[in-house]
């Protein structure tokens, strides 16, 4: 059922079909066509992928404001249920007809919504499926984080991402179905809090049995009386006591113990009405004065930015083994987490980070305008995002904003620091369990972390700004890196944990004509130097909670990456763990051996990797 292409992790059922594949693809560059009826089907198109992408088989990069797809599917025999139809993203918005009639219209770009089409099915063997997407490549007052509004790619934006972007899919479900569900860890009070919702159409008595286990051990068998379609629970969990058998059961990222879960609706008769699968786990999330703290205890975040692209497929994974291997290449790095910068990453990124232990730090991609437009649209697909992934473990903190963007007179304008103000407290009130950065970089004036993003390539200036000679105030109020106050007068707290949410940045490739970077080295050895004093001289800062390196893999013409875009390593990945993990040979025999037994390991994995991706 969990393969590696199921689009939801969180909630499992056997009974899906994906709808990847050719479709009937027309685009419409000025919106001259009214409804189906006009359409000319002239091309076709490999969904999920968008068709500014040379997987899709179109690779078209201009300006087009409307693409068209169809395609036709064979009904799955409902036995009495319902076919729900899933699209895990449409950029930007979508119009839906099945068999000719409008099912439903939905707006925003990163999110997934679907609809119940039980009713429009025909009593013929096959049915169609229309889809208008609507995407103004110049709009700048809807979120579209790097996609460019230029022409071509310039600077630190990419090739947009238009339409289709996500699998397609159909799931058949009962007539009563569990439809959502959160899961809320409390380690504190050792428990998980479960909240589904039910989908019925009838008033009728249902109990939800629910089975919590971790590897071959049960840790609850509940049922519960579902009371208006919704059931409101913790599960109090059998504490074990002392630290050696409780950090078995703690998720972290060197130990990412999961807790499977089976969800079981009942009738009145006891009678199975749905069953669903799932998982969570028990872990907590905060801030103590000036540290992050997983668990309890302080924790050094060392990160990397990753903006989530390939090469031929854009925003889209070429399969989703690749998101897997992703996982695995920032773990193997020496990485504990990841930053995904202005892109909603596929929920099966986040089932794999949560699995294989990396945390994630999940960011809103942005709106260029200050609108009221903008506010709405922005606000309304913020809450989505927190609806998808509030559940994941790996998820350390929310970012709303990046760099004031979509806030441009945040220093001088009250209502845009009211507006990054409510969504920080708005993201605190739909999940208090989680660090909010409410702008990351500069210009806090809400905020759990204080976000600094520096590029500065000395070293030593670097170790200076972040050393002992500062205390926090000074750097807050006087220190700029990025030309920016890092904090507004009005925030005026200086308690929170400092991260470096964004350096480095150095470019390493042969092309240097059509790349860039924020510095250039010409040679592998000058590159992982580089690399070296920087990270050292930040790991070395006594005001600094963590780190976050730019970035995992070169971006179009931004050729600062650790990685090349086809995820090959530009210096040997062992190099790069070692410097992210202090893992410094000792001097003694047996300590030297023990070194060179993981450096063995670690290059082994590599290695496969390396033959993973080649295949």
Known sequence: MMGPDYPRPLLRRKNWQSLNGPWDFAMDPQRQWESPEHVNWSQQILVPFSPETTKSGIGFTGFCEAFWYRRRFAAPDLNGGRLLLHFEAVDYRATIWINGCQAITHEGGYVPFFCDVTNLLKPTEFQEIIVLAEDDPADLAKPRGKQDWQLNPHSIWYPRTSGIWRTVWLERVPQTYIQSLLWIPNRERWEIGLEPHIDSRHNEALQLELNLSAGDEILAHDRYSVINNEVYR????????????????????????????RLTLRDSSGAVVDEVESYTALRSIGVQGNRFVLNGRPIKLQMVLDQGYWPDTGLTPPDGEALKRDVELAKAMGFNGVRKHQKIEDARYLYWADKLGLLVWEEMPSAYRYTHPSINRLMRE????????????????????????????????????????????????????????????????????????????????????????????????????????????????????????????????????????????????????????????VKASPLLAGYCYTQFTDTYQEANGLLYADRTPKVPISEIARINRDLIPAKDERADSVWRTRLMDLERRISQLTEEMKR
């Open 234 to 261: 913790r599960i109090s969990l059998s504490d074990p006591g002392i630290d050696d058998f409780r950090n078995e059961l703690l998720w972290r990222p060197e130990r990412p113990t999961l807790i499977d879960a």
């Open 382 to 537: 913020w809450l989505s995002v927190l609806q998808r992934d509030l559940s994941h473990p790996c998820i350390i903190a929310w970012v709303p904003f990046n760099e004031s963007w979509g806030v441009p007179d945040l220093p001088d304008s009250a209502a845009q620091r009211h507006y990054v103000q409510a969504l920080y407290h708005l993201t605190k009130t739909m999940d208090s369990t989680r660090p909010v950065i409410g702008n990351d970089g500069w210009e806090s004036v809400a905020t759990d972390m204080i976000g600094i993003h520096d590029y500065d390539a000395d070293a030593e200036r670097v170790a200076a700004r972040y050393g002992d000679q500062h205390d926090d105030s000074r750097l807050l109020t006087r220190e700029q890196p990025g030309g920016r106050l890092l904090v507004l007068k009005e925030f005026g707290s200086f308690e929170q944990p400092l991260i470096l949410s964004e350096f480095g940045g150095i470019a390493f490739c042969s092309d240097e004509r059509s790349t860039w970077g924020y510095t250039r080295c010409t040679t592998p050895e000058e590159f992982l130097e580089r690399f070296r004093n920087l990270v050292a001289a």
